[in-house]
C-alpha cells in the first residue's frame, strides 16, 4: 500500500507570496490533517478534513486555508506569506475512527525569503 | 496547561541500556495514544499504539499506559544509536482525529 505523499517537498517563497501544497492520503483513508512544525514550537495542528468537510481547526490566522477533493486528496494554502511561515509543513492521514492511527507523508518544506 | 506534556530532553542513554521516556496528558477523556519517532529533518513515523491500560510490547519497545494517572511512556531496551532521535507522543480524544503532540523528548544513545 503505497504511503502519503505530498508535492513538492521544497519550496522556496518571498514574502507577500502564496503557497499551495498537496497531499495525497493513502488509499482508502478519509481523514487529512495538516500540521505545522518548526524548531521553536513543535508540531502545531492546522486543520483537518474529512469527506470534504473541515471537521477541526487549530488556532492559526485566516491565511492558512485548505480543501479536500471527492478522492480525499487535500491541499492547503498559504497566502501573503510571512518570515515566520518557515516550516515543515506535514499532511497525514488516518481512517475514521478516533482509535485510528495518523500516518505522516514526508512533509513539504517552506522557506520564506 | 498544555494538552500533552514531554519533558525536552536530551535524554543520553549508552548503548544497551534501557531508555525511558514519559509523557503526561491533561484530557481525561482521551482515547488513544502513540508514540511516534522523528530523525532529524524527515517525518514522524509511528512506533506504536496503545488503547488500554498497561503494558503493550512489540519488540524493543513497550508502551505503558495509566489512565488514572494519565501518563503514557515507552521503554526502549538495549537501545542502539540508530534510536537517536526524537520521539513524539501523541493523544487522541474522541473528537474526530484531532491529535495533540507534545513538543517530543531528544534522545541520544552513546556507542
Known amino acids: 500500500k503505497a504511503g502519503v505523499t505530498q508535492t513538492p517537498r521544497y519550496l522556496i517563497k518571498t514574502r507577500g507570496q502564496q503557497v499551495t501544497l498537496s497531499c495525497s492520503p493513502i488509499?482508502?483513508?478519509?481523514?487529512v490533517s495538516w500540521y505545522q512544525q518548526t524548531p521553536g514550537q513543535g508540531l502545531q495542528f492546522l486543520f483537518e478534513?474529512?469527506?470534504?468537510?473541515?471537521?477541526n481547526k487549530g488556532n492559526f490566522p485566516g491565511r492558512f486555508s485548505g480543501r479536500q477533493f471527492s478522492n480525499s486528496r487535500s491541499e492547503m494554502n498559504v497566502s501573503t506569506l510571512e518570515l515566520g511561515d518557515s516550516a515543515l509543513y506535514l499532511c497525514?492521514?488516518?481512517?475514521?475512527?478516533?482509535?485510528?492511527?495518523?500516518?505522516f507523508g514526508p512533509g513539504t518544506r517552506l522557506t520564506v525569503l | 496547561q498544555k494538552e500533552v506534556e514531554q519533558n525536552s530532553g536530551p535524554l543520553s542513554v549508552p548503548e544497551g541500556a534501557i531508555a525511558s521516556l514519559n509523557c503526561t496528558y491533561s484530557?481525561?477523556?482521551?482515547?488513544?495514544f502513540f508514540w511516534y519517532r522523528q530523525y532529524s529533518g524527515k517525518s514522524p513515523e509511528l512506533i506504536m499504539s496503545?488503547?488500554?491500560?498497561g503494558d503493550k510490547e512489540d519488540g524493543r519497545f513497550t508502551a505503558q499506559l495509566n489512565k488514572a494517572s494519565q501518563y503514557v511512556s515507552l521503554l526502549i531496551r538495549d537501545s542502539q544509536p540508530s534510536d537517536s532521535a526524537t520521539y513524539l507522543c501523541?493523544?487522541?480524544?474522541?473528537?474526530?482525529?484531532?491529535?495533540?503532540f507534545g513538543s517530543g523528548t531528544k534522545l541520544n544513545v552513546k556507542p
Open positions: 496503545i488503547y488500554s491500560n
Open positions: 501523541a493523544v487522541n480524544r474522541n473528537n474526530f482525529n484531532k491529535f495533540y
Open positions: 497525514a492521514s488516518s481512517g475514521r475512527d478516533a482509535t485510528d492511527t495518523q500516518y
Open positions: 484530557d481525561r477523556v482521551s482515547q488513544s
Open positions: 478534513y474529512f469527506s470534504e468537510t473541515q471537521r
Open positions: 488509499s482508502g483513508h478519509r481523514s
